[in-house]
């Protein structure tokens, strides 16, 4: 069933440990599975997205594009598309910078606070999402950014910064900060020993 080469690869470790790639085949199978389970759902939306009906059926008696002339000849879905777009992509330009800053200056810190300041700053992970938007809400009526696109960024921003610290963070623990002192002890600034090192 297997070939020679196959084989072998199994018995070659997995990491700098003992654990070969035969004895973490079980992993393997079982994240495959897991990936297919969340995966397979998905794809059952694109033949829906096909049907003529005017309620959800799978798999459509009838095929047709009427829902996609539907979305592209209504200005209500394109303007909708199109702020969402634009919300999106300036909610990356402020959560990316913000999320890297918090990861770099907690990783960089190394104050003893630095572990509690990072599990409070990804909260808005864990609160939920509707708790989050009433509080923007209430909190956008008194200030004022209620229906702009200024306050759906922010609203955004505050929950995607917090996946954009977690990623930096796992980042930075490989990352050898020698090298960044070296570079400062030479004459770079901190800024330019950051984005060259």
């Known amino acids: 069933f297997l070939g020679n080469t196959d084989?072998?690869?199994?018995k070659k470790p997995a990491s700098?440990?003992?654990?070969?790639?035969?004895?973490?085949?079980?992993?393997?199978?079982?994240?495959?599975?897991?990936?297919?389970?969340?995966?397979?759902?998905?794809?059952?939306?694109?033949?829906?997205?096909?049907?003529?009906?005017?309620?959800l059926e799978f798999p459509p008696e009838h095929w047709s594009t009427r829902w996609y002339n539907v979305y592209f000849?209504?200005?209500k879905w394109m303007r909708a598309t199109v702020t969402s777009?634009?919300?999106?992509?300036l909610t990356m330009l402020v959560a990316?910078?913000?999320?890297v800053m918090a990861a770099y200056a907690l990783y960089v810190s190394g104050h003893r606070a630095a572990r509690a300041m990072f599990a409070f700053l990804i909260t808005p992970m864990i609160v939920p999402v509707i708790l989050i938007a009433i509080g923007?809400?209430?909190?956008?009526?008194?200030?004022?950014?209620?229906?702009?696109?200024t306050g759906l960024v922010l609203a955004?921003?505050?929950?995607?910064?917090?996946?954009?610290?977690i990623v930096i963070t796992s980042a930075l623990r490989n990352y050898d900060l020698n090298q960044e002192r070296v570079a400062r002890s030479l004459g770079a600034t901190r800024l330019k020993a950051f984005f060259v090192i």
């Open 156 to 165: 955004h921003a505050v929950l995607a910064t917090p996946l954009v610290m």
């Open 85 to 89: 777009v634009q919300v999106g992509l």
């Open 16 to 55: 700098d440990t003992q654990i070969t790639h035969g004895g973490l085949l079980w992993l393997y199978i079982f994240a495959t599975i897991i990936m297919l389970l969340l995966v397979i759902p998905t794809l059952n939306v694109m033949p829906i997205s096909f049907s003529d009906s005017t309620y």
């Open 7 to 10: 084989m072998s690869l199994l």
């Open 96 to 99: 990316t910078p913000m999320g």
């Open 73 to 75: 000849e209504s200005p």
């Open 136 to 149: 923007a809400f209430y909190a956008y009526g008194r200030v004022g950014p209620n229906n702009s696109i």
